[in-house]
């Protein structure tokens, strides 16, 4: 596409731009939705694994081919996920500066890898805990029956949030790079975080000492990554100040 003199993108080329890669990242996440609706028994079957044979209902006509459409979509968010965030970047990069563009790599694949590692976590710890704790209350005369649409559900922002808990590190050092944390003030306040992490956990968590500690030991190493990231950005700072 052609530029101005400064360099810049002529404003209707940059829409147009955008544009074209809205329709990309639109095609990619419908191939990949389609894609994972004819392989959705595989997928719920992944999903379901931790109910370890319970079964799920429905109790509408519609509600189970509303949830296969609802997973399939998800699942396919995830599967063009890579092109969706290289659509992105290639909007974004061209009006960076070199640095900018280092940088911006760095937190989009800090982001990506941490909430992997959130939602790995969580499917393969967390939540089988969680589902033991709440499937201790089913009786004789009380059996635990599962909808498709409130499981999945369930099961979707429960590990969205495990994602999103493990972005602590990298919004700590953001906070410190501005200047609103130092290290000395995280370190001095670890028994405030420590019981903020706790609360969290209780909330994120059944109500059960086990699940809480295996919420909370990974937040408490999160937070220590986020202080050596800090330390890190401030070492960094004074090394630019001293030249």
Known sequence: MSKNKDGTMPVLEHLAELRSRLLISAGALLVA???????????RGILTDPLEGLKLIFLSPPEAF????????????????????YEIVAFIFPGLTRGEKIFFILIIFGIVLLFAGGVIFAYVVVFPFTLRFFLQFASADLEPRFTISEYIAFLVSFHLAFGIVFQLPL????????????TDFLRRHRKVALLI??????????????????????????????????????????KELAL
């Open 33 to 43: 939705a389609i894609i994972c609706f004819v392989n959705i028994e595989a997928i």
């Open 66 to 85: 509303m949830a296969n459409l609802r997973l399939a979509i998800i699942s396919g968010l995830v599967v063009a996920s890579p092109v969706i965030v």
């Open 171 to 182: 919004f700590t050092w953001a906070l410190g790079k501005i200047g609103l944390l130092s």
């Open 197 to 238: 992490m706790l609360i969290l956990s209780a909330i994120i968590t059944p109500p059960d000492i086990i699940s809480q500690v295996v919420m909370v030991l990974p937040l408490a190493f999160l937070y220590e990554v986020g202080i050596i990231m800090v330390l890190i950005s401030e070492r960094k700072r004074k």
